[in-house]
């Protein structure tokens, strides 16, 4: 069976900026021919940031069906927190809810150690939680959205690693997600297309600074995904057309690219360090 995906999405519009999953229309979607795991990840512990909703959610139920116990950070949205670790718990695999704000370091190193603590190891960091406030002009652009926005979506990489080290050992992953935007811009997202430049540095040096240790770091920039992040940034009257500009003529949804975090997490990416994956619907994407 292959996705079932609408090509279109229902309108619907949100006010936060970060948007809540649970008020997410999702078009027609199966998972139905998702893999049901074959223990690619038996034995391991992960901490993924944004683990209630979109991507982070996705990889936290992907990375169970692969055997992992699994923890998140997320931010606010109590009751998908509940979804996820109930899906993850219903797979057979332990779930730790760490309700934090990533910008905050003395914040991560508490989510760090609530990991060890709980499952005594760390194999896997996956640094997926972000957040993007779109403006029309660079003007509208104020200091403090330009602080948050690089804090919540670059600072929390370099708090979260930095408080994992000392339990990563060779053979430990660390995955970050990036975006497309970080390779075509987006006029419209300056400071987040930025973030999304710099994770794409701070990947390739953190592999080159890491790879000694044995501990592979890589990315995935994902193209339009529906996810919470979605619902705020267009009008309800644009929301149908998202994203007509990709070759699939459709958005991703996020366990279709959950699949990617595996495999990035896997042993069966064992000679690959400091690449980026580019799920984003056919978009040739050069660098």
Not at 74 to 91: D, M, P, S
Not at 93 to 104: E, N, Q
Not at 107 to 117: G, M, Q
Not at 165 to 173: C, D, M, N, Q, T
């Amino acid at each position: 069976m292959k996705h079932e995906v609408a090509k279109t999405i229902p309108p619907q519009h949100q006010k936060a900026q970060t948007g809540i999953e649970s008020l997410i229309i999702r078009p027609g979607h199966s998972r139905a021919d998702c893999s049901v795991g074959s223990g690619k990840l038996e034995g391991k512990a992960a901490l993924i940031t944004g683990g209630d909703g979109g991507i982070g959610r996705a990889v936290a139920i992907a990375f169970a069906e692969e055997g992992a116990d699994v923890a998140f950070v997320y931010l606010g949205e109590h009751g998908k927190a509940l979804e996820t670790a109930y899906t993850v718990e219903a797979i057979g695999r332990k779930c730790v809810r760490i309700a934090a704000d990533v910008g905050d370091e003395s914040l991560c190193r508490d989510a760090v150690e609530e990991v060890i603590s709980q499952f005594g190891r760390l194999d896997i960091l996956v640094n997926n939680a972000d957040e993007q406030h779109p403006q029309e002009n660079l003007e509208d652009l104020t200091e403090a959205q330009l602080l948050r926005t690089f804090q919540s979506n670059v600072f929390s990489m370099f708090y979260l690693t930095k408080a994992a080290l000392p339990y990563l050992k060779k053979g430990s992953r660390v995955i970050n997600t990036a975006s497309v935007a970080a390779y075509r811009g987006s006029p419209h997202l300056l400071d987040y297309s930025a973030t999304k430049g710099a994770i794409i540095a701070f990947t390739r040096s953190l592999s080159l600074a890491l790879i000694d240790r044995g501990i592979l770091v890589n990315a995935v920039a994902p193209g339009p995904i529906w996810t919470p992040l979605m619902p705020p940034t267009f009008k309800p009257e644009k929301v149908t057309l998202f994203p007509a500009d990709t070759p699939m003529k459709r958005p991703g949804q996020p366990d279709e690219i959950a699949q990617c975090y595996v495999f990035l997490a896997s042993a069966e990416s064992t000679y690959m360090s400091g690449q980026v994956l580019h799920p984003n619907g056919g978009e040739i994407i050069n660098g």
